[in-house]
Structures are given as C-alpha cells and as structure tokens.
C-alpha cells in the first residue's frame, strides 16, 4: 500500500480508472498542453535551438555562449534592425548591412507560432529580402508574449498593430535542420541553422 493510500485512503476501483490517462478511450479528445509547451516541442521537432531567458542579462550571456560555440567572435553580423543594433551594442558584436560579408543574423520576429514550432517574419526583420538570399545562421531574438496558437492569430495581430500600413514580405521559418538539400522537410524552404533567445515577459 502506496504511502499516499495510507495518509488519504483508498479510493474506489472506478476513480482510480478516470485517474489514469492511459486509460483514456481512443476517441476522447488529446489533452491539450499549454501553448508555450507545444510551441517549445513543436520548434524543437523542427530542429531549432532553444534558449529560455528569465532577463536581459541571461540573453546577453547566452547570446555570448553562441558566438562562442561557433567561432562567431572575429564574424561580421547582419543587423538590420536598428533598435536590435542598440540592444546588443555591449555584445562586441561586428555589425555590417551587407548580407555578403555576414556569417550570422541577428534579428527579432512577429510571431511564435505553437501549432508548428515555426516563426512568423515580415518586411520589419528582413526588410525584402528572400529567405535564401539571407545567411544560413539566425539568431532570432522574441518575447513569450510573441506566442500564439496558429498563423491566423499571428497574422490578426500584425494587421491589429499594423492599421496604418501593414508589413510586406510575410512568411514563416520552418525548417532549422542541417542545411542539407536533399532533406525532404525542407524541400522548397529555405532551411536555417537557428538559435531562439525568448525572453520571459509575462
């Protein structure tokens, strides 16, 4: 007998059944995780590198561990974003505006997608730039709050936060796998070596 048993008595055969999960019939509905849990599992399974951070000072740190591991330190970086650049001033970062001299890009998203593990950009990150004509590495750099369920909701919000003029150039990132072309995930993607800074804001 169970130490739990013992302390709260036992209960009946039939609540002990509703207790187990695996019991459950095979046409009763999936329990349904939290959407920053499916997001983080779903971006996992797409190959992405994930790293969680409780304040600024963990996704400078962090950011530092990733140059490190690469040997990003004498690399030149793609910023684009000119509030990004200022963020990241004190990371001895390289920056350059052209893409041919850049081994890495920094940037930030609209969206985190939960249904896909994908990450939703705009003409706001990548300006009119295709995909493939970017570098293979990204450092996406995005807040908890970015969280949503599906594309849909992702792109209510940047038409919601957008009236004036809505953002061109909307696509996902997908596909974080090798780089290899004859991978089938990312056949008529452009694949990306990508590490994710999520900040906690909420």
Request: net charge neutral.
């Amino acid at each position: 007998m169970s130490l739990f048993r013992k302390i709260f008595g036992s209960r009946s055969a039939g609540s002990e059944k509703e207790l187990k999960s695996d019991n459950r019939g095979k046409y009763m509905p999936e329990i349904k995780l939290p959407i920053d849990e499916r997001f983080t599992i779903n971006f996992k399974a797409n190959g992405g590198k994930f790293l969680y951070c409780e304040n600024l000072d963990e996704i400078y740190k962090n950011l530092g561990h990733i140059i490190e591991e690469n040997d990003w330190e004498e690399e030149q970086v793609l910023l684009l974003d000119t509030e990004l650049k200022d963020k990241f001033k004190g990371s001895n970062l390289l920056p350059t505006r052209k893409i041919s001299e850049a081994t890495y890009f920094i940037t930030t998203c609209e969206n985190l997608i939960a249904n896909d593990g994908s990450l939703l950009v705009s003409s706001k990150q990548i300006f009119e730039k295709k995909l493939p004509e970017l570098p293979f590495n990204f450092i996406v750099f995005a807040t908890t709050s970015q969280i949503v369920d599906n594309i849909g909701e992702g792109l209510r919000g940047i038409k919601n936060k957008n009236r004036q003029k809505i953002p061109t150039n909307i696509t996902t990132i997908k596909h974080f796998k090798s780089g290899d072309e004859k991978d089938f995930l990312s056949y008529g993607s452009s694949a990306k070596n990508l590490y994710l800074l999520l900040l906690e804001d909420l």
